[in-house]
């Protein structure tokens, strides 16, 4: 360091410390989504107050830094901004306002409410949460030791979830994600659920709150919506808020289940930002950001010492490629996952989750040991079938040859019929247990 940057980094120092002697810089350039701003030294997440020529205030955060310049990203439209236009530092990373009274609200991406654009509460209700929270300490996380049931039966019967799992959907386009989440949140046994639309096409928004949700579910739930329209950064943010109003819930020692609709989507908002300020792509244009903010932003959920999150998160799987990029890591960091088929889709068997290629990595140390039996034995009959479908289909297998497929073929109908479920039905995990016990005993 040059002398004359060290007393200029004295002389930044002393007038910061002074009363009222925030120092304000101001836009040099934007290129793209980026905001390049002179002479201040923000810190990384920091948000900064950019006011326009027309005097309006536009609020954005800090990305990085190019040379001499920090780089700021929109928290909306760039619209009105120009060369000179002053930008004032606040000192403060982005942080949400939290209480019990959120629930049943719609909030936007920056956690106002969506239809008025107001704050859903007033200044002096709640407690600011930051949205950048670090996941619990592993030391002070209680074991997944209950049952969460969801009242589907395909789950609860064959994929059981504990308390404080954190459990994929996989699918492609089309093929019922929302449906499924939209019945884990009205049947499911949790105190409140917190639900992140990011990403999603504006009509199916008010198509999921509407029918999917329903009146019921929203009572107690909070959404946080993003569409595809908005910014890279709130959607990110999105995200961000959706899982910090679950942490607050969490910390007062309620079971909340935070459903996200989509991962995949949350991930390109990032990979966006991660472009928009230089950094190289990687694997199929997913920088690295993206593969580090994907596990630092799951591990959020799970138990804590006080409460916890069951996470439910679906992954958009590109052109049913299972093993792209996202798919593959978010996989890797859940614990478990649940497959709906495009197939069964086809067939209009809904939910379409494919248990075969679906799993719940904590099912076998939560269920008795008779549900243990009786969910092995479906599967394999559901896998002596599909061995032999095509033998099947086509006649070639003679009936008599094989008694293990003789009852496979028997109790193939039974078993489906198991899985199908109307989005209005509901069952506890006693009947879902009966029931599939019936069919394989």
Do not use: W
């Not at 019921?216 to 910090?244: C, F, H, I, Q, W």
């Not at 819930?249 to 309620?254: C, P, S």
């Not at 073929?409 to 029931?435: A, D, G, H, V, W």
Request: proline content about 5%; aromatic content about 6%.
């Amino acid at each position: 360091m040059t002398s004359t940057e060290a007393s200029n980094g004295k002389y930044f120092s002393s007038l910061t410390a002074m009363p009222g002697g925030r120092v304000k810089g101001k836009v040099r350039q934007v290129i793209g989504l980026v905001i390049e701003v002179s002479g201040i030294r923000p810190f990384i997440g920091e948000i900064c107050n950019i006011k326009s020529t027309t005097g309006e205030i536009f609020v954005a955060e800090v990305v990085g830094f190019r040379e001499k310049c920090a780089l700021l990203m929109p928290l909306g439209n760039l619209q009105g901004i120009s060369p000179g236009c002053v930008v004032e530092p606040t000192g403060k990373s982005f942080s949400v306002r939290v209480n019990e009274k959120l629930k049943g609200k719609v909030l936007d991406g920056l956690g106002y409410l969506l239809e008025s654009g107001l704050p859903p509460l007033k200044d002096d209700e709640g407690k600011e949460y930051p949205v950048n929270n670090r996941p619990p300490n592993p030391m002070e996380r209680r074991p997944i030791d209950s049952i969460l049931p969801t009242g589907v039966k395909a789950i609860d019967g064959m994929l059981t979830c504990g308390e404080g799992q954190r459990v994929g959907i996989f699918s492609g386009s089309g093929v019922g994600k929302s449906t499924l989440l939209g019945m884990i949140a009205r049947h499911s046994e949790s105190d409140v659920n917190v639900i992140a639309l990011i990403g999603e096409r504006g009509r199916e928004v008010g198509d999921f709150i509407r029918q999917d949700l329903g009146e019921e579910g929203l009572k107690r739930s909070v959404v946080v919506v993003s569409t595809s329209d908005r910014p890279a950064l709130e959607r990110v943010m999105g995200g961000l808020v959706a899982a910090t109003i679950a942490e607050y819930f969490r910390d007062l020692g309620k079971k909340v289940i935070f459903m996200m609709d989509s991962v995949t989507r949350f991930c390109m908002a990032q990979r966006e930002i991660g472009l928009a300020v230089g950094e190289p792509p990687s694997t199929k244009g997913y920088t690295p950001s993206v593969f580090a903010l994907i596990p630092r932003f799951l591990e959020r959920s799970g138990t804590s010492s006080r409460g916890s999150i069951t996470g439910f998160y679906t992954v958009l799987v590109d052109g049913d490629d299972f093993t792209e990029p996202i798919t593959d890591a978010v996989r890797s960091v859940l614990d478990g996952h649940i497959v709906l088929s495009r197939k069964l889709a086809s067939q209009n068997h809904f939910p379409a989750a494919d248990v075969l290629n679906s799993n719940s990595r904590l099912m076998l140390n939560l269920v008795e040991e008779n549900h243990k039996e009786v969910a092995a034995e479906s599967r394999k009959l559901l896998s002596k079938y599909e061995s032999m479908e095509d033998l099947i289909n086509i006649g070639a297998y003679v009936p008599g040859s094989q008694p293990e497929v003789d009852r496979a073929i028997q109790k193939r109908p039974e078993l489906m019929n198991f899985l199908r479920q109307e989005p209005s039905e509901r069952f506890e995990l006693k009947e879902t247990l009966k029931k599939i016990e019936k069919i394989v005993r």
